[in-house]
């Protein structure tokens, strides 16, 4: 058995972990590692890509199913499949699907079966160009700040526009006039973050550096000093000279681990713990993962993610592209 620790996970939870790190990392931890079973201190879409990536003797667990991003549930595959027939009937341009990481295994499949690919927050610029060269227009899901930031750093930031599907009267046409067409999902931890924060960080700390998440608005993400995923967040503060002052743009938990990993940087929050806790992780509690453990020992399997072999096998391919660029 292997126990992996995303990291936003609880202090209690990276603990026990085998591997601590962000998603895709974790998954590909899981696939390398020589275990029967894979317990995922994460969230469903996180447990679904384990399960993806990993063969087919590693079973894959997920301590709380209750542990649920909302962002991913932002796209659904349904909700997607509408979506993309109305804008593909009002224009002839070719659209290619892009879905970020951060997303449900059948939205990974739809993205494959349409020409598209998966990307995280360290590769989605090269994902959008990978995308250009074979199509005239990208389809951005699930989160339209990590969309909106790549967009202006290839310098299209006069040629996205967000489509909502909540909204009746959203115009297709005019969407599609863009060449960058922003799903209007986020993360309710990142969109918290406000440049007022920033701007709090620095008149207290004079000294401060900020590190945010690309998932944060535009305009944090322009009052920052370094902007990328959580494994450039972890690198950033680990090549800090001692004594330096880092304000952390992302979920507290990281910041909290960072600041214990890290005692000679001063590691603080870009808001309030109140501002940054994500409740999909909290669902991790350290009782669930003793109950799955207990559980395993008197040989019963509980909470396992099992993705469909017709989505594992399309999303496999999303996946596949994306290591490609």
Known sequence: MVILGHNYQRREIVEHADFVGDSYQLSKA????????VVFGGV??????????????QTVILPSMEASCPMAGMAEALQVDAAWAELTSVTDADIVPITYMNSYADLKA???????????SSNAHRAFEWAFERGDKVLFLPDKHLGENTAHRLGMADETA????????????????NDVILWEGYCQVHERFRE?????????HPDANVVVHPECRREVVEAADVVGSTSTICETVEEADPGETWAIGTEIHL???????????????????????????????PN?????????????????????????????VALDRMLEV
């Open 255 to 285: 910041t909290n681990h960072l600041s214990r990993w890290h005692p000679e940087v001063e590691v603080l929050p870009l808001c309030g713990e109140a501002c940054m806790d994500c409740n999909a992780m909290r669902q991790i509690d």
């Open 196 to 204: 007022e924060h920033v701007e709090e960080i620095r008149a207290d």
């Open 162 to 177: 967000v489509w909502d599907p909540w909204d009746p009267e959203s115009d297709a046409e005019r969407a599609v006039e």
């Open 30 to 37: 899981a696939a390398d590692a020589d275990a029967e079973y």
């Open 288 to 316: 669930y993962l003793v109950w799955v453990l207990e559980e395993l020992l008197e040989g019963r399997e509980r909470n396992v993610i099992d993705v469909t072999p017709e989505e594992k096998e399309l999303a496999q």
């Open 44 to 57: 469903t879409f996180m447990a679904e890509s384990a399960d993806i990536i990993t063969d087919d003797a």
């Open 110 to 120: 739809f993205c494959a079966e349409q020409g598209g690919l998966v990307c995280t």
